[in-house]
């Protein structure tokens, strides 16, 4: 398997737990004290960084830095759309869209040779 199709992976998984851990308590824990929330969510990133952090050290065997970054916020986006209208229950935006075509010309800029 490619390394850079590893390194997705990877951050798809760590992103997912991310995600959660930044925004799934305005859902669930609203109504708790903020401490609450943060205690939770720092649970959730451990997990996320025991995913992230070797997916961006095997990533950058193959990968410069630009470009892991650019991977990671391409991800980020692809897995906070679903996030935020299906559990969430936000509307879908053409916003999403357009911040989707922006990201693909980061991703032609960062991986033109």
């Known amino acids: 398997m490619p390394v850079w199709l590893i390194t997705a992976s990877m951050l798809v998984v760590s992103n997912v737990f991310m995600t959660f851990a930044w925004y799934g308590h305005l859902k669930n824990l609203n109504s708790k004290p903020w401490i609450y929330a943060a205690l939770i969510s720092w649970m959730i ?6 995913i992230q952090v ?5 990533g950058y065997t193959a990968l410069s830095l630009g470009q892991l970054k ?3 916020e391409v991800i980020t986006l692809l897995v906070f759309v679903p996030f935020s209208v299906y559990f969430m229950n936000q509307p879908l935006k053409l916003d ?4 989707g075509l922006c ?3 980061a991703v032609y800029f960062i ?3």
């Open 45 to 50: 990133a451990l997990g996320e960084y025991l």
């Open 54 to 58: 070797p997916a961006n050290r095997i």
């Open 70 to 72: 650019i991977m990671q």
């Open 96 to 99: 999403y869209l357009w911040a």
């Open 103 to 105: 990201m693909l010309g």
């Open 111 to 113: 991986f033109r040779s």
